[in-house]
């Protein structure tokens, strides 16, 4: 029987891949002056189920398309969940998501590696795509904690994930939507440069009234750019792993 020579690597010498090298999803990161964007993995979950249960809404109606954010904590953590483990499954070329954690950096601006563990998680930005080789779009969706709203994040997460889209990804459009009554949302797709492409009437969060949700697209050359650059890393590894190279 052949045996191995000294200088043949068997399997069982093979070094283990990373997380991130195995799943390059979680390997992307995005980062802006004070915020890290990078896919939720479930060592986030408790911090996740934490920020979503503190209260992400200020609004007087509902806005988001289900009533998630108004259960209780367990009940929350049923939803929450199960949502995040179904967008893995997007993984391209055509169609993908990614479940953005919207951390906030700290004082000390910790990065690269060193910064998975620190920093608060304050909220998600969802950023997904369908058809994507053809259309070149992408939408996104996204919350804060309330006591985190107000001070310029959500503008900031969606500016460096927009950046991102563009600069980075390959995007030519970018697509988002907001209720009349959600008038922090309007206003920060209208900061970064979005036109109303229509509106539409679509069920409420409860699915028992109306609501009129605005539509809102974004050119990648009409987006008004922040002062700031972004740093990415992991793009190209997340570009092969959806097989857009």
């Not at 090298?21 to 990161?29: N, S």
């Not at 967008?87 to 700290?106: C, E, M, N, Q």
């Not at 907001?178 to 492409?197: D, I």
């Amino acid at each position: 029987m052949p045996q191995p020579s000294d200088h043949e690597v068997t399997p069982a010498q093979t070094p283990a891949r990373t997380l991130e090298e195995l799943w390059p999803p979680f390997g992307l990161r995005i980062e802006s002056p004070r915020l890290e964007l990078r896919v939720v993995r479930e060592t986030d979950f408790p911090a996740y189920a934490a920020a979503a249960a503190s209260g992400v809404t200020h609004t007087s109606r509902n806005p988001f398309r289900f009533a998630w954010n108004e259960k209780g904590p367990k009940d929350l953590v049923k939803a929450s969940l199960p949502f995040l483990w179904s967008t893995r499954p997007s993984i391209g070329p055509d169609h993908w998501y990614l479940a953005f954690g919207i951390f906030v950096k700290d004082a000390d601006g910790a990065e690269g590696s060193a910064a998975q563990e620190s920093g608060e998680l304050i909220g998600m930005q969802g950023c997904y795509a369908h058809d994507w080789p053809i259309l070149r779009t992408v939408s996104s969706g996204s919350w804060l904690r309330a006591d985190r709203q107000g001070q310029g994040l959500g503008t900031e997460a969606r500016a460096a994930m927009l950046l991102w889209a563009f600069d980075h990804f390959g995007a030519e459009y970018a697509e988002s939507g907001a209720y009349t009554s959600n008038e922090r949302s309007r206003r920060v797709s209208e900061t970064l440069g979005y036109f109303t492409s229509g509106t539409r009437r679509v069920p409420d969060a409860h699915g028992e009234k109306t609501e009129w949700e605005h539509m809102f697209r974004l050119p990648k050359n009409d987006l008004l750019r922040p002062s700031w650059q972004i740093q990415v890393t992991g793009n190209d590894e997340l570009k092969s792993f959806y097989g857009h190279d």
